[in-house]
T-cell receptor, first 114, second 114 residues
Framework: AQKVTQAQTEISVVEKEDVTLDCVYE???????LFWYKQPPSGELVFLIR??????QNEISGRYSWNFQKSTSSFNFTITASQVVDSAVYFC???????????FGKGTSLLVTP | NAGVTQTPKFRVLKTGQSMTLLCAQD?????MYWYRQDPGMGLRLIHY???????AKGEVPDGYNVSRLKKQNFLLGLESAAPSQTSVYFC?????????????FGPGTRLTVT
């Protein structure tokens, strides 16, 4: 069975603070894929990143960075110098190589205030 | 290039009524999915399709039926709506199998069953 846990239900920060969203996963597959999606207040789901289980390199994209650690089964997401536009619900998701669907965590609601 | 579109955007049904949600994609994707999103639950897979004329059950298929008569369309039907089906429904599509490829999501349909 596959499972994604996002223990932080809600996070509130002040603009320009750094914030890390935690994601812990469980899987028996040796090949799997991890994802982060953003859901802004408008409701659509926006793809942020996909990482396969063989690539443990951290990734940075502008103010966003991801830390993938197989040893702790974690795929954490950090926003540096947060902005109000970062306010959204962020979902971590997992799928095996032979799976058809994404197994989503319950999401972390991030509120960035001015 | 509209991506993934869903109709309608909002709908209110009475218990026992039926309706069909339409998902259309113009990216020539083979795979299509229907998810539901409930508060605090993340997204859960209802049904999916790996190609025209094929459908399969996901995690929460009860009370729903689907059809994929054309490659670009994936229909989700509720034969006898129940209040437990009040949710936001998302359609998604991908070029290849499951999560090895990015899933593109539609804007969602908010359904209320009274």
């Amino acid at each position: 069975a596959q499972k994604v846990t996002q223990a932080q239900t809600e996070i509130s920060v002040v603009e320009k603070e750094d914030v890390t969203l935690d994601c812990v996963y469980e899987t028996r597959d040796t090949t799997y894929y991890l994802f982060w999606y953003k859901q802004p207040p408008s409701g659509e789901l926006v793809f942020l990143i996909r990482r396969n289980s063989f690539d443990e390199q951290n990734e940075i994209s502008g103010r966003y960075s991801w830390n993938f650690q197989k040893s702790t089964s974690s795929f954490n997401f950090t926003i540096t110098a947060s902005q109000v536009v970062d306010s959204a619900v962020y979902f971590c998701a997992l799928s095996g190589a032979s799976g058809y669907a994404l197994n989503f965590g319950k999401g972390t609601s991030l509120l960035v205030t001015p | 290039n509209a991506g993934v579109t869903q109709t309608p955007k909002f709908r209110v049904l009475k218990t026992g009524q039926s309706m069909t949600l339409l998902c259309a994609q113009d990216m020539n994707h083979e795979y299509m999915y229907w998810y539901r999103q409930d508060p605090g639950m993340g997204l859960r897979l209802i049904h999916y399709s790996v190609g025209e004329g094929t459908t399969a059950k996901g995690e929460v298929p009860d009370g729903y039926n689907v059809s994929r008569l054309k490659k670009q369309n994936f229909l989700l039907g509720l034969e006898s709506a129940a209040p437990s089906q009040t949710s936001v429904y998302f359609c998604a599509s991908s070029y290849g199998q499951g999560a090895t490829y990015e899933q593109y999501f539609g804007p969602g349909t908010r359904l209320t069953v009274t």
